[in-house]
T-cell receptor, first 114, second 115 residues
Framework: KQEVTQIPAALSVPEGENLVLNCSFT??????LQWFRQDPGKGLTSLLL?????REQTSGRLNASLDKSSGRSTLYIAASQPGDSATYLC?????????????FGTGTQLKVEL | ETGVTQSPTHLIKTRGQQVTLRCSSQ?????VSWYQQALGQGPQFIFQ???????GRGNFPPRFSGLQFPNYSSELNVNALELDDSALYLC??????????????FGPGTRLTVL
């Protein structure tokens, strides 16, 4: 059974700081790893998707890496802004008993302060 | 804007009642998945439908059931509601069921409160 863990659970940083969010997973037999953003009480917005054959993906100030062998992924946010404040969730995609199932971590709640 | 819509936005029910939540996927997306997100937790996979048939289920009891329709809409039905069913229910659609890079697009969710 896949388990996904995210560290830290919460993070508060001053504006402009670079930061790293961590995600670990127990079963390396994944098809991809996705990072999502969730604003309070809202749905999920996909940020980056890394295929199992890839090492990293970049979008603007965001960079996500994937190391399947160690069961780890990181999300790097450069030059953080107050608008980046949200909960960040990572999820691994695996095929289990039929269907493509996303297994989520519990998220990192990020607050970027002025 | 993902093109996935859900209704209603919020819902309040009492224990023992039944509820139906609705989702409208992006046109052409043959796969819809439903997730339950309790407060402070990550979403948990309930089940997935592909071309109107259930093809995967998480650790949820049979009182959670679903339907998918040819017009890319779907329903999540929950019978005999319990207090622990209070959560944000999310649906996600994707083009096909096969892995390999197909992003799942999430709707805004339905907030269910069971009293």
């Amino acid at each position: 059974k896949q388990e996904v863990t995210q560290i830290p659970a919460a993070l508060s940083v001053p504006e402009g700081e670079n930061l790293v969010l961590n995600c670990s997973f127990t079963d390396s037999a994944i098809y991809n790893l996705q990072w999502f953003r969730q604003d309070p009480g809202k749905g999920l917005t996909s940020l980056l998707l890394i295929q199992s054959s890839q090492r990293e993906q970049t979008s603007g100030r965001l960079n996500a890496s994937l190391d399947k062998s160690s069961g780890r992924s990181t999300l790097y946010i450069a030059a953080s802004q107050p608008g980046d404040s949200a909960t960040y969730l990572c999820a691994s995609l695996s095929l289990t008993g039929g269907g493509n199932k996303l297994t989520f971590g519990t998220g990192t709640q990020l607050k970027v302060e002025l | 804007e993902t093109g996935v819509t859900q209704s209603p936005t919020h819902l309040i029910k009492t224990r023992g009642q039944q509820v139906t939540l609705r989702c409208s996927s992006q046109s052409g997306h043959n796969t819809v998945s439903w997730y339950q997100q309790a407060l402070g937790q990550g979403p948990q996979f309930i089940f997935q439908y592909y071309r109107e048939e259930e093809n995967g289920r998480g650790n949820f009891p049979p009182r959670f059931s679903g339907l998918q329709f040819p017009n890319y809409s779907s329903e999540l039905n929950v019978n005999a509601l319990e207090l622990d069913d209070s959560a944000l229910y999310l649906c996600a659609s994707s083009l096909d069921m096969f892995p390999g890079g197909d992003t799942q697009y999430f709707g805004p969710g339905t907030r269910l409160t069971v009293l």
